[in-house]
């Protein structure tokens, strides 16, 4: 993979207009993803119990079979990286689904692992549409686990389809998470890195942190910087060394955000940048901010998964934390405060798997990720995730 990086960048940014800069990191993620995992299984195995009876109770890790990885198209190599790497590491095999946007790179990854000596069968790759291929993988009889990444409602569509043959699933789905800012955080580091933290992918991340909430003394510092911070991001061709942002995979993907925003601007609320389409030519659409919103707002509680942010004020903790919680998601989030006692009192009582202290950086290789709620079932990455590709078979020696 090391060797492929501009190749599989290059597919990538073509395929899905993904920023090329960041087509590269995501191509150097998946090689570290398997390199992770062939050192993660030595440090995997069962436990010692010690039962009543006078015997030696031991717990081992099993293979499941044969694992569907379905994956969605916002990041198509990374997510295809962390399921095939630990599912295989576990001792499975793996039939990659990559979504009908994005098949390149997934076959790319099919090709490399042949390469480098995979034996054949063990990584097969199928693309096709999700309703006939990825529907026909959950029922086969020969599936064990279904390991899928992508939209809530075909994620609980999944569900119910593996309930027949009590397969395992584990879901990573969508998201809509806060952004809480204490006014006695680092106000310019906060709104330094908190456009990205939406905007990166144009917006089409399951961790975008859509919702923001800021103490209302410093709201208008706040969202000051947030504007020109969000000017300055560089929006054009992904294949452009300088691009930050690309277009949208799809001209059905930009109508989805441009019909919120014009719901929103009919509803009185203020767009404060944004709001257009900033080039003729491809789909593309500005980073957008949107003050002013009720906690009843489409745009303020559904999935966007577009470059469109919504920023309002609190007052008090309690009332901030019931509309943070008051979502069926709770994927990811980020807390920016330099009070220490209060960082870890909001982490604890945040509905939310994943948590940035003072960062929006929460995806690491090493680290669980995925969501309460409606935003999943089970973890990616870290050693969690060879739990959710392994039985565990427990052993009593009288
Ligand atoms: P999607 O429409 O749910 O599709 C995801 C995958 O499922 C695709 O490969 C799709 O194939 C396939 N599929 C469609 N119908 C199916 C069915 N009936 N049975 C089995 N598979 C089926 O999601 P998307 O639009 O690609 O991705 C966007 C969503 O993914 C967002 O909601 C985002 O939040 C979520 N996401 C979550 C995470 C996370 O880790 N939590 C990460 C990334 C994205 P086709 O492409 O052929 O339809």
Redesign the pocket.
Known sequence: MRENIEIIAQAESHNIGKPISDARDEAELGARIFEYYAGALSHFGGQTLPVGGGGLDITVREPMGVVAA??????PFP?ACWKAAPALAAGNAVIL?????SPLTAILLGTLAHEAGLPAGLLQVLP????LI??AL?KHPLIRKVS????????S??MN?ASAGIKRVSL????KSPNIVFADADIAAAAASSPMSVFANTGQD?CARSRVFVEESVLEEYLDQFIQSTEKIVVGDPLSEATQIGPLVSEQQRTVSETFVKEARENGRMIRTGGERPLEKGFYYSPTIVTGIEVEDRIWRE?V?GPVVCIRPFRDEETMLREVNDSPYG?SGSIWTSDVKRAIRLARAVESGVLGINTNSTVHVEAP???FKQ??IGR?LGMSALEGYTELKNIYFG
């Open positions: 379905i994956v969605p198209w916002n990041f997510i689904k990559p979504a009908s946007l096709g549409p999700g309703g990825g529907e959950v899928f990444t992508g939209s809530t409602e075909i994620g569509q999944v389809a990573e789905l969508g998201g399951c999935e998964f994927l990720f995925g969501g935003s999943g990616d």
